[in-house]
């Protein structure tokens, strides 16, 4: 895993897996936003994402190749290429000033790179409890199998 300064902000080159969208994110808060959510959406999406600020993804390449879904209260803007069909990353309903961004579009990154992401809980939306209070759902834990295959070098 990645360790940045608390007050650094990096950019990282992305991009979808048939390399028709193309962007750069830039994190301020490394990767210490890394989580998934259980809502319908997310549960089949399967995708570990990051935080990063509106104004923090510049799209390089391939902008007319993203498509937008929206769902349910039709708040978040979920974004994938039209051509290999990869999320590469969402407006949240949670905070619209935000995106969350596809960890695995970014280069040399893989959600397999965490040995331990929280899961929020989706299907009762912060924004659709009375309390307004993000609830973590569980923990999702990966561990290679060193019997079957060699770690992955930390990046």
Same mark, same amino acid.
């Given at each position: 895993?990645?360790?940045?300064?608390?007050?650094?902000?990096?950019?990282?080159?992305?991009?979808? &897996? /048939? %390399?028709?969208?193309? =962007?750069?994110? $830039?994190?301020?808060?490394?990767?210490?936003?890394?989580?998934?959510?259980? @809502?319908?959406?997310?549960?089949?999406?399967?995708?570990?994402?990051?935080?990063?600020?509106?104004?923090?993804?510049?799209?390089?390449?391939?902008?007319?190749?993203?498509?937008?879904?929206?769902?349910?209260?039709?708040?978040?803007?979920?974004?994938?290429?039209? &051509? /290999? %069909?990869?999320?590469? =990353?969402?407006? $949240?309903?949670?905070?619209?000033?935000?995106?969350?961004?596809?960890?695995? @579009?970014?280069?040399?990154?893989?959600?397999?790179?965490?040995?331990?992401?929280?899961?929020?809980?989706?299907?009762?939306?912060?924004?659709?409890?009375?309390?307004?209070?993000?609830?973590?759902?569980?923990?999702?834990?990966?561990?290679?199998?060193?019997?079957?295959?060699?770690?992955?070098?930390?990046?």
């Amino acid at each position: 895993m990645i360790e940045t300064h608390p007050d650094a902000c990096f950019i990282y080159k992305a991009a979808c &897996h /048939c %390399g028709t969208v193309r =962007f750069n994110v $830039r994190l301020c808060d490394g990767l210490r936003s890394a989580r998934r959510c259980n @809502c319908s959406y997310c549960c089949m999406r399967g995708a570990v994402a990051v935080s990063a600020n509106l104004a923090d993804i510049q799209v390089e390449q391939g902008q007319d190749a993203l498509t937008l879904y929206q769902f349910n209260e039709g708040q978040a803007r979920h974004y994938f290429c039209s &051509h /290999c %069909g990869v999320y590469t =990353f969402h407006q $949240r309903r949670s905070n619209p000033e935000q995106y969350g961004v596809n960890v695995a @579009c970014i280069e040399a990154m893989s959600p397999f790179d965490f040995q331990e992401i929280p899961v929020y809980e989706g299907r009762a939306h912060p924004k659709d409890r009375a309390d307004g209070a993000s609830v973590i759902a569980g923990w999702l834990r990966y561990e290679v199998n060193s019997e079957n295959r060699k770690p992955t070098p930390p990046l």
